[in-house]
Structure formats: C-alpha cells, structure tokens
C-alpha cells in the first residue's frame, strides 16, 4: 500500500513530499489496532519540533488526523473490536502515514466516532478543535462569565475556540482579516459579543476591547500569531496585534494563550504583565502526543471534543474532501501556508 512521506530539505523550499510504498506488520503488538482509514486531515509538519525531540528519519510520515474503522485488535486491547468507527490523531513517532489504507495505532491515542459524525468533518476539525480545548480549558481555566479576545475568530482555529467559549457562557470578542470574514463572524450563532474589523485599521483593536470591556480589559486572550515589532509592514504583518496591544487588553489576572513559538517580552512588557498580574502560556498543538504523563485526560478531551461536534456544539467549517491522487500538491500548498487545512478522503 502506498503513504504519503516527507523528505526534509535544508531549506522549507527544499521540502518535498512523495508518496512510496510501504507495509504493515503481520501481527499486531499487545495494544495495537489495525484500522482502515476513510479520512486523514493534513497539517503543517513541525520539522523543527520533530528535531528538538530527536525524531530523526530520511522519510517522515504524513497525515496524522485519522478516522477510520477497526479492522483487528491486538490481544490485549480492552476499549476496541472490529467494525468500531474510531478517531483520533498519531503520535508524533508513529511508523504510519494516515493516508494509508491500514494504520496500526496504540489503543491510546484513538477514541469512538459517533455513528452520525462525517470522517471528513472529524479528521479535518480534531486538531483545532484539540488546540481549542487546551488553550480555553487546560491553560485559561475558562469559566461563565469570562471575557475572551479570540484573534482571527474566522480561521479554523479560531472558529472552534469561539464556539467552545459560546458554549460555556463567556462574553467572546474576535477580529476580522477581510470585510467577508466580518460579515461571517456577525453572522454566527450563538453570537459573539463584537467583531473588530482590524482589516480596516489594526489600531483599532486596542480601544474598542477597552470600550466594550468598561476600560477593565478582558480575561483570556487567544492569538494566532504575534508582532513583535512595530516596523513589519508586510500586509499580513499588519493584521497581527502588536504584543503590546495584547498585553494592554488584559485585565488583570488575565490569560494570554500564544501560538507563537519565538515570543520575546522585553522589561517593559514583562513590568505591566507583572502590574496586572497577567500570565502567558505557550499552546503546543502536539503535547499530548509527546508526552504520554496525562494520557487519560487526553483521551476524555478527545472523546468530548468528538461528542460536542455530533450534538452540533462544534461545528467546523466543511473542509472540501481532497481526493488521494491530489495529496502531494495539496500537502506543498499546507506546508507553505501553515494555518490552511486539508482533508484527503480515502
């Protein structure tokens, strides 16, 4: 059967993607389940991560949001039998790429699929939907009556981070990249408190929270991504808060959830988090998989995260199903552009 392989380059633009053969084991480990695969979502593969941890291969699996169904279980396997539809995302070391035909995965990392939940909708939502919870629940402790800034509110990521927090009774504020974005945003249901068109001017974003907040600033903020300097003016650039303005809506005690891996604070932004005090924590989408310390918790998140999008609490923008033949361009176009998605239907 065929998967689909990264071969990492010196350079992102050395970054190639093919798709070789490869083959399963003939008898499963202890724990192991051997699933067929109807959907792999793709993301962005984290070179530099898989790096930092000593994963080292010439060909590095791609396509870790699976959903499928359980074709045969090891003998010590206690949660699974045959024909269960399950879900859930590879470890980072797996053997496996998602666009195969058949993975084996640990019992541990995959959770039930509801009958009624698309394999599409799931495996291109699961990780957003996973970061969403970690951000809000794990490092937020979000509770009703929150205040929450969700920048970006119309990516992926976004999108189920305002849901999530719509759901749990907090006042959500968000921005817009684009009049369309804006219009979507307003559009929502349950509604969201104020969209703030940034597209139109990002200075914006600082009074208007303010305003909205009675000058106290809001609870939890989540980014998607930072300006560390004033002076960027790409037009992509200008669309990011300044980590400034970020730390200025806080309130106090508040929450920044940061996405951005290269984060510096200088003395004055650490002084007035301090004044406030405010805290930062980094959100690494991968930390469940890399860690196997809190592996119960993470199966229950998945196993909420699973049963909120059947029930209609999370609904995920509809991912347009790619189909394999398309998976090596369409994985080129998600490594460059690291916050698009994709969806290969197998």
């Known amino acids: 059967m065929k998967g689909l392989y990264c071969k990492a380059g010196v350079s992102d633009a050395e970054t190639k993607f093919i798709i070789q053969e490869t083959t399963l084991p003939e008898v499963l480990d202890s724990h192991q389940v051997r699933v067929q695969v109807k959907a792999c979502g793709l993301s962005a593969v984290d070179l530099k991560l898989l790096d930092d941890l000593g994963i080292q291969r010439d060909f590095i699996p791609v396509g870790r949001e699976v959903a499928g169904v359980v074709l045969q279980v090891g003998p010590n396997v206690a949660f699974f039998q045959p024909e269960d539809e399950v879900v859930g995302i590879l470890p980072l070391d797996s053997p496996c790429s998602g666009l195969c035909d058949t993975i084996d995965v640990d019992e541990h990392y995959i959770v039930q699929k509801p009958e009624k939940l698309s394999s599409v909708c799931v495996a291109g939502a699961l990780r957003d939907a996973l970061c969403a919870y970690t951000a809000l629940h794990t490092h937020a402790h979000m509770a009703a009556g929150h205040t929450l800034l969700v920048l970006d509110g119309a990516s992926s990521f976004g999108l189920m981070c305002i849901q999530l927090a719509c759901y749990h009774g907090v006042k959500v504020f968000t921005t817009s990249h684009s009049q369309q974005q804006h219009t979507f945003l307003e559009q929502l249901r349950p509604s969201v408190a104020r969209v703030i068109p940034v597209y ?29 300097q004033e002076n960027k003016e790409g037009d992509e650039m200008k669309l990011l808060p300044h980590k400034h303005d970020i730390i200025s809506v806080l309130g106090v005690g508040g929450h920044w959830v940061t996405s951005h891996q290269g984060l510096q604070l200088d003395p004055p932004d650490c002084r007035l988090l301090y004044l406030k005090s405010a805290s930062v924590t980094f959100l690494n989408p991968e930390v469940w998989t890399a860690s196997s310390a809190q592996q119960g918790r993470y199966l229950h998140i998945l196993k909420d995260i699973v049963d909120k999008m059947s029930t209609g609490v999370l609904r995920p923008q509809p991912e347009e199903a790619v189909p394999l033949y398309e998976a090596t361009v369409t994985m080129e176009t998600v490594q460059r552009n690291q916050k698009k998605k994709a969806v290969i239907q197998l």
């Open 200 to 228: 139109k001017d990002p200075s914006d974003l600082l009074p208007l929270v303010l305003e909205e907040t009675g000058g106290l600033g809001v609870d939890i903020v989540i980014d998607s991504g930072v300006r560390l």
